[in-house]
């Protein structure tokens, strides 16, 4: 059984910094470890994420270039999201996803982070 448990989030000011964490417990043949967010009354995007085993390709949404860096270590199945410059618009749930070679994807139960003066 995978499990996805994510730390971190919370309040921020505009320009402020937060790290996000999540541990894949349970899982093997990761393929691809990332973060989604949804915002209210918007659908839920990708914010970052890492796919590849042997050979890495790494997306970010354009919104977040430049301010977010997102790590991932399969010796710990863990996938850490780095938010800097934090800005009123990242404010959402956002929620780890995992998914394994087969097509099985796991979601973590989300995260809020809020960001306001």
């Known amino acids: 059984q ?8 919370g309040l921020s000011q505009p320009g402020g910094s937060v790290r996000l964490s999540c ?6 043949s990761i ?3 990332g973060w989604y967010r949804q915002a209210p009354g918007k659908q839920r995007e990708l914010v970052a994420g890492v796919t590849g085993i042997m050979y890495r390709n790494t997306t ?8 977010f860096t997102i790590s991932r270590d ?3 199945s ?5 938010m800097n410059d934090l800005k009123v618009e990242d404010t959402a749930v956002y929620y ?11 979601w973590g139960p989300g995260t809020q982070v809020t960001v306001s003066s």
């Not at 995978?2 to 989030?9: A, D």
């Not at 970010?60 to 301010?67: E, F, L, N, W």
């Not at 863990?78 to 780095?82: F, N």
């Not at 780890?96 to 796991?106: K, P, Q, R, T």
């Open 2 to 9: 995978v499990r996805l448990r994510e730390s971190g989030g």
């Open 23 to 28: 541990v894949a417990s349970g899982a093997s």
């Open 31 to 33: 393929l691809f470890m």
């Open 60 to 67: 970010y949404a354009d919104s977040v270039k430049g301010r």
């Open 74 to 76: 399969d010796f710990k």
């Open 78 to 82: 863990t996938v850490d999201l780095q």
């Open 96 to 106: 780890c996803n995992v998914g394994l070679v087969g097509s099985d994807w796991y």
